[in-house]
Structure formats: structure tokens, C-alpha cells
């Protein structure tokens, strides 16, 4: 995994599967948000944060390949891990079996910088984020040399 990554393990839920037993694909997003979530926490820029910097970040693409069903008690591991950050963000996602290791799905969303206050697309990462990217990556390097 990269500097900025992030991975969660959960055991899935039974309002989550279908009467089969296996996890409603549309449930996967929920996995991806929550990984996402604790990646840009771990960034240092949670959503609230966004926010105060006056910056929103919709997802703008999504895509998903479903290799193998996750099913209903499942642990899974999910991992997220930002691929690019210069002109939007790109989060990319791989759902594993906990106990096995088996990769089950990946994916990828795309999120563009928006300004909160007119709204208006920026073509470019706002510095805050490269701020905040510059700060974790010498944080691990200083982690790693001690």
C-alpha cells in the first residue's frame, strides 16, 4: 500500500444480504465510504475539515468489479488507497476474505474539489489537500527513520 491508505476489517451484516445470503452489491459503496473515511481522517482532512476549508469533494466516478460474492457473516478487508491527487482524487478499494486473503472486489471513485461558497468546479487539488498530503508523507518518513 502507498503512504496514504488506509484498511478496515468488518464482518457483514444481515441487512446487508440478499435472501440468499450474499451481500446486495449496492451495500459495497457503504465498505468503500467507511475506508475512505478513515483514509482521510488518517490525511488529517476529515469531511468536517473539508468543509471548514470551504472546499467540497463529490464523487464524481465510480467503478467496481465484482470477482467473487461476499456473503452474508463474512469478515472482509477493506482497503483504500489514494492513486492520484493532482487534478482530482482517485481512491482506489480492494475487498479481501479476512482469512483467506482472496481478493473478492476492487474498485475506484473519482472526487473533484468543489468551492462551497459559488460552487465552482476547481480544475486543480486546492492546496489544503496538498498541504495535508505533504505533512502525512513526512510523517512517515520521520516514522520510518525512528
Not at 440468499?20 to 457503504?30: D, L, T
Not at 481512491?91 to 473519482?110: C, E, F, P
Request: negative net charge; glycine residues 4%.
Amino acid at each position: 500500500m502507498s503512504i496514504l491508505s488506509s484498511a478496515l476489517t468488518l464482518v457483514t451484516s444481515f441487512q446487508d444480504a440478499d435472501p440468499m445470503g450474499i451481500i446486495y452489491h449496492g451495500n459495497y459503496f457503504r465498505y468503500f465510504e467507511e475506508a475512505r473515511r478513515l483514509l482521510m481522517d488518517q490525511l488529517g482532512y476529515s469531511y468536517l475539515e473539508m468543509k471548514d476549508s470551504g472546499y467540497m469533494y463529490p464523487i464524481v466516478e465510480t467503478k467496481v468489479r465484482y470477482i467473487q460474492p461476499i456473503r452474508f457473516q463474512q469478515e472482509i478487508r477493506v482497503t483504500a488507497e489514494v492513486a492520484e491527487w493532482q487534478n482530482r482524487i482517485r481512491v482506489n478499494y480492494v475487498i479481501y476474505d479476512a482469512q483467506t486473503g482472496q481478493r473478492l472486489t476492487k474498485a475506484y471513485t473519482i472526487q473533484v474539489a468543489v468551492r462551497l461558497d459559488n460552487g465552482e468546479l476547481c480544475l486543480v487539488i486546492p492546496d489544503i489537500f496538498m498541504e495535508k498530503y505533504n505533512a502525512c508523507l513526512l510523517q512517515s518518513e520521520v516514522d520510518r527513520e525512528s
